[in-house]
């Protein structure tokens, strides 16, 4: 299991630590928007199949489990667990609005465990922030969802469904790996309740201090 936490890991550093591209790569990134705007389950997979160290997790998982068929909501994976995670609406980058899942964005990043993350109440947006935090060794970063790119974006539904697909061929070829993901899981599950509890008690505790205010200012108003 800790085989696919640290390859999944380094592969959301290298891609969070993207800086700047150069005119012609962004130019080919935005192409390749015009013509995939929304990401696309099964010609991921189809991709993985032509891709020589990728077709192995795919011939891997079809001879363990059953063809990847369908939407993926009809994945194992997702019905045992990604389901249980609901969603919580949060700020995204404006242009791209409309041309994501950010429902399946969430629940990926929530069950993942190559990552952390944390939702934040803005102010300022009257939304919550998509905070994901990844390290790798001695490397660390944190992004929000909203200030990424529309290239970063796709590659993370990737990198985080090939984990899912990783870990539940794991599950299959060996019952310790199964009984140290089924833990870790319901431990990732556990915390999202957790972070949902939360969430509620800051938001009426921010909803009490606005009605007391505003009392507070009728009274003083009345003078």
Same mark, same amino acid.
């Given at each position: ?13 290298? #891609? ?12 080919? =990134?935005?192409?390749?928007? #015009? ?54 609406? =949060? ?9 994501? $899942? ?51 974006? #796709? ?18 070829? $060996? ?40 009392? #507070? ?7």
């Amino acid at each position: 299991m800790w085989r696919v936490y640290f390859a999944i890991s380094s592969c959301i550093l290298v #891609l969070f630590y993207y800086k700047k591209v150069s005119f012609i790569q962004e130019s080919a =990134f935005y192409l390749l928007f #015009l013509q995939k705007m929304l990401f696309n389950f099964q010609s991921f997979i189809d991709e993985m199949r032509e891709k020589d160290e990728k077709k192995e997790i795919v011939e891997k998982y079809e001879n363990l489990y059953w063809p990847i068929q369908w939407d993926i909501e009809d994945q194992l994976w997702y019905k045992e667990y990604l389901t249980k995670f609901d969603f919580v609406p =949060f700020l995204t980058p404006d242009e791209l609005g409309n041309d994501f $899942d950010w429902n399946l964005l969430e629940k990926l990043v929530t069950g993942s465990f190559s990552s952390d993350y944390e939702l934040k109440f803005d102010d300022k947006n009257s939304a919550y922030e998509l905070y994901i935090a990844v390290k790798s060794g001695d490397q660390s970063v944190v992004k929000t969802v909203s200030e990424l790119w529309s290239f970063q974006m #796709l590659r993370l539904y990737e990198i985080y469904i090939e984990e899912q697909m990783n870990l539940q061929i794991l599950k299959k070829e $060996d019952e310790s790996e199964q009984w140290a993901i089924d833990s870790e899981r319901e431990m990732r599950l556990k915390k999202r309740n957790a972070v949902r509890d939360t969430m509620g008690r800051e938001q009426m505790a921010k909803e009490v201090k606005a009605d007391q205010e505003e009392k #507070l200012w009728d009274l003083l108003g009345k003078l």
